[in-house]
């Protein structure tokens, strides 16, 4: 494992585990690029000084973020309703009547600025990944396609002035440089504005051995006392906090500048629960790394079991978070067939790393597997409620968050 100072306190961080070589999470690609495919080595440390868990090593973001990104927000009708209520939300609590103006981080294909783009508020999207900002564009969503940092946040002010509110959810954790973006927004946001995010949280990392949260895309791994360290340095503090049951678990995090709004008891509240579930203990890390192995070691030895008695198993949605747990668990395609997946971009191509092949969600209704191993576990909800077929049919879902079991 690298030798790799922390990106918030240049403290040398301690390392917690490795998960080996890995490839680009949301590279699917053809079999005539299998010879050149990237890797990096995957692993996570922790911060004893300002108690960031975060990669020791990330591919450059052009590698991830580019005019191919294959990952396109607006697939998950539960999300959409999320960012619908994300958004009114926004608008109620923290806009002004007259004139606001909303920048959003990673808007992707505008899943939540097309709320305030309804209802005609001045907004913008920063999105760095060409082919989903076009749909946002196309949607009539005004996009920068940009990578957000502070000298995208000053040519912003020129350009459209300050906001009233700066919002992200799942990118924030994407983004090493978080002392540019920090810089950015204050200069972006006017002196009493707000920033506003979500990401997925570390205490329901640890508690639901969500292991394959770790990948590339996600340098990050927060945690309130982690954040309240990074803004302290620029002068702004955490303000509120509100968790989420998207993504299998996040926080939203409402940020000010020192001094401009109330705290909530509820910071008080969730950063006691932090301190309660040891986050500062090197210990804790260790445990989850042991419960990682546990949990690799039960689904490996479940799909060999499967496929012994002669059973048929594809995965469904073939998510980012796939990437870390088919190639950290060694799943080939003699044990999971194909993936299936309802994104254009994907269907065709290989899985990164193992190149299990991406089917066409069609092929997964017209002939139904015995098992289906749950790639989208945080979408179960959404999922199992229009897959009533494949239970009836006598289909059985794999699952292994928070534990590795069948459900029939
Ligand atoms: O943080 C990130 C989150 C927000 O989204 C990004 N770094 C990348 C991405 O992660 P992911 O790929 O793990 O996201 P999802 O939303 O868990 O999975 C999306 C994939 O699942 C898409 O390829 C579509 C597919 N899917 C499907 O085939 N059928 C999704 C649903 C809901 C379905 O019913
Ligand atoms: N906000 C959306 C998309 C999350 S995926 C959602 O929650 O569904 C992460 C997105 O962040 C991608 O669209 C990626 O292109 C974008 N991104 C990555 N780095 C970024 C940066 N520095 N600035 C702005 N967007 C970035």
């Not at 699917?28 to 440390?45: V, W």
């Not at 992200?168 to 973006?181: D, G, T």
């Not at 705290?263 to 790394?289: G, H, K, N, P, W």
Request: hydrophobic share 40%.
């Amino acid at each position: 494992m690298k030798d790799t100072l922390c990106r918030i306190c240049n403290h040398k961080l301690a390392p917690i585990m490795s998960f080996g070589d890995m490839p680009i999470a949301n590279g699917f690609l053809s079999k005539d690029e299998f010879d050149q495919e990237y890797f990096f080595e995957l692993a996570i440390g922790f911060c004893p000084q300002c108690f960031m868990v975060q990669l020791l090593e990330q591919p450059d973001r052009e590698v991830m973020f580019h005019e191919n990104y294959a990952f396109f927000s607006s697939t998950s009708m539960r999300m959409r309703d999320h960012f619908q209520r994300y958004a009114e939300w926004v608008i109620q609590t923290y806009l002004p009547a007259e004139n606001p103006f909303v920048v959003e981080i990673g808007s992707n294909d505008g899943i939540m600025l097309q709320f305030f783009a309804q209802r005609g508020i001045h907004h913008l999207g920063a999105e760095p990944s060409a082919n989903v900002a076009q749909v946002a564009i196309q949607k009539g969503i005004q996009t920068e396609i940009a990578f957000f940092d502070e000298a995208l946040a000053e040519k912003i002010v020129r350009e459209h002035g300050q906001a009233d509110a700066i919002l992200a959810a799942n990118v924030i954790c994407h983004i090493p440089y978080l002392h540019s973006v920090v810089k950015g927004v204050k200069k972006l946001l006017k002196p009493e504005g707000v920033f506003i995010f979500e990401d997925p949280y570390l205490v329901d990392i640890l508690q639901k051995t969500s292991y394959d949260q770790i990948y590339d895309e996600h340098v990050f791994y927060f945690s309130i006392a982690s954040l309240a360290s990074l803004f302290a340095q620029h002068d702004m503090e955490i303000v509120d906090v509100l968790p989420q049951n998207v993504h299998g678990g996040s926080m939203r995090y409402i940020i000010a500048n020192k001094g401009q709004r109330q705290d909530s008891e509820r910071v008080r509240l969730y950063r006691q629960q932090e301190e309660a579930m040891q986050i500062f203990s090197l210990d804790t890390y260790q445990q989850f790394c042991s419960h990682v192995e546990e949990s690799r070691d039960k689904l490996m030895s479940l799909l060999r079991e499967v496929k012994q008695s002669g059973k048929k198993v594809v995965g469904y949605a073939a998510t980012s978070k796939s990437t870390t747990v088919i190639n950290y668990c060694g799943i080939t395609p003699d044990l999971v067939e194909y993936i299936s997946d309802t994104t254009p971009i994907k269907q065709g191509k290989y899985s990164p790393g193992m190149h299990i092949p991406v089917r066409p969600y069609q092929e997964f209704t017209r002939n139904y597997p015995d098992y289906a191993l749950l790639f989208g576990w945080n979408h179960a909800e959404e999922i199992f409620a229009k897959e009533q077929a494949f239970k009836t049919a006598g289909g059985r879902w794999i699952v292994y968050v928070p534990q590795v079991h069948v459900i029939s």
